[in-house]
């Protein structure tokens, strides 16, 4: 595996957990400091540069890998769970409610965390990825 795919998945990986991250923490520091909402912080607003960024970011990732060792179960995966994010992105808490978007979210950033780990796992095993 050359340096940017090693680079690629790893920041792919921790856009992924970036994102849990948010939709878990975000509500609790809310309840805690309520205060935290007089700043302005928009949480439509932070899915919008997740989207922009985690989208891009993981096809190229996963395409690279798929290149290499050939398992395109792997990119298939990760493409569920973009489309879990998009979809949580589209259709928003007004029809998903603000639990099913939050859950949306969540499932599709672990199961994009998941395939970026699968690619990362197999190409270090590959030939063609060789360091």
């Known amino acids: ?14 856009i992924s957990g970036l994102c849990v991250a948010h939709c878990l923490l975000f509500p609790v520091l809310v309840a805690l400091l309520p205060n935290l ?10 899915h919008q540069w997740m989207i922009i960024f985690v989208i891009p970011t993981s096809i190229f990732a ?27 992105f589209a ?24 395939a970026h780990f699968n690619n990362y796992k197999s190409c270090q095993h590959h030939d063609k990825c060789a360091h």
């Not at 595996?1 to 921790?14: T, V």
């Not at 603000?98 to 998941?114: N, R, W």
């Open 37 to 46: 909402l007089s700043l302005g912080i928009d949480p439509e607003f932070f």
């Open 91 to 114: 259709l928003g808490a007004n029809l998903l409610g603000e639990v099913g978007e939050k859950l949306l979210t969540l499932i599709g950033g672990l199961i994009i965390a998941y």
């Open 1 to 14: 595996m050359n340096f940017n795919s090693l680079f690629i998945d790893k920041l792919a990986i921790s």
């Open 62 to 88: 996963l395409t690279l890998g798929c290149k290499k060792h050939g398992r395109i179960t792997i990119i298939a995966t990760g493409l569920v769970g973009l489309s879990c994010l998009l979809l949580a």
